[in-house]
């Protein structure tokens, strides 16, 4: 039931960017190192459309380094040992910039990771131990659709990746992505960032060009999550697993046929939850689990979506 309108504004938002690298490879193609260098600025122009006598400039920018290197100790053997470092920047959005102009305007991510590669005739394998620093966590707030900086955060695991060509036509990949730790930084008792999860793992089989035939067969799959990152009772979302089904196929030569079914075996999952206040028609004010449900259109008429309420334990 509106009741009154708060904001609105017309808002420009310039993002110039300028970027330089250079790649040179050591000793015999042993060593391989590289750095980049880049700049982002970002210029924010509001108008008030409820006040036009509220008008507002703001710009900010970061500079975003990369480096990386690579040692593969013996050319003829296929292992390879690297680094990588790298800063990303991330801005406030349209839509948060009026609701807040104290906000800051950008944040950066650093990335830190170090892992071996190793590609032996149908078989690869990677791996990675990752760092990432970020100035300001940016988090999605339900309530007003915007996104918002919300202080510094930690946070580390590792990642393994595996592909294998089974034969000429067929291939299987195969990677999980594992978050040891997420946090934000100087909070007693510690508050963990959440609306995120900590586990993924995905894995596929690929058919390329057999008789003009292509398709794939990918499952991918999350753990249950944090939705509230502090209190004394931690709220937990589901996880889910998915599975989707393509394919193509050559009809002529400027013709193809393509087919997919997403969620071929169709759980019902949870694209998105969240969990903050609100109240239903008749009822008080409490905190809730906000879902977007993932159903298909047969799945919509029979199935029913559980409401999530205040206590529920997953």
């Known amino acids: 039931m509106p009741t009154d309108q708060v904001t609105s504004a017309n808002v420009r ?19 391989q190192l590289g750095g980049g260098l880049r700049y982002d600025d970002y210029s924010f122009q509001a108008i008030n459309r409820l006040d036009p006598s509220d008008r507002q400039n703001t710009r900010g920018g970061l500079w975003q380094p990369k480096a990386s290197f690579a040692f593969t100790p013996w050319l003829g053997k296929p292992l390879t040992f690297h680094a990588n470092y790298g800063r990303t920047v991330t801005s406030t959005g349209a839509r948060a910039f009026p609701v807040d102009r104290n906000s800051p305007i950008v944040a950066s991510t650093d990335f830190f990771s170090v892992g071996t590669s190793r590609n032996k005739g149908r078989f690869s394998v990677a791996t990675n ?23 510094p955060s930690r946070g580390y695991g590792f990642e393994v990746k595996t592909s294998t060509q ?65 209190g004394e009772f931690p ?13 193509s196929r050559h009809l002529t030569r400027s013709i193809d046929l393509n087919f997919s079914i997403d969620n071929i075996f169709e759980r019902t999952y949870f694209e998105t939850v ?41």
């Open 13 to 31: 938002i310039d993002n110039p960017g300028y970027y330089m690298q250079e790649n040179p490879t050591l000793a015999k193609g042993k060593v």
């Open 235 to 247: 709220r937990r979302a589901p996880g889910h697993s998915v599975t989707d089904f393509s394919m």
């Open 274 to 314: 969240d969990s903050y206040t609100s109240a239903l028609r008749g009822q008080d004010p409490m905190e809730r689990f906000h879902v977007t449900p993932w159903l298909s259109n047969h799945l919509c008429r029979r199935t029913h979506v559980p409401s999530f309420q205040q206590g529920v334990k997953y």
């Open 166 to 230: 089974l034969t000429r036509f067929l291939s299987i990949n195969a990677s999980i992505t594992k978050v040891l730790n997420s946090y934000y930084v100087d909070t007693e008792p510690r508050v963990y960032v959440d609306r995120a999860p900590r586990f993924v793992a995905y894995t596929g089989i690929t058919l390329s060009e057999w008789h003009g035939w292509s398709g794939s067969i990918r499952f991918r799959a999350i753990n249950r999550f944090l939705v509230n990152g502090e």
């Open 129 to 151: 131990f990752f760092h990432i620093k970020r100035s300001n966590e940016m988090v999605y707030v339900a309530d007003d659709g915007s996104n918002e900086l919300v202080g």
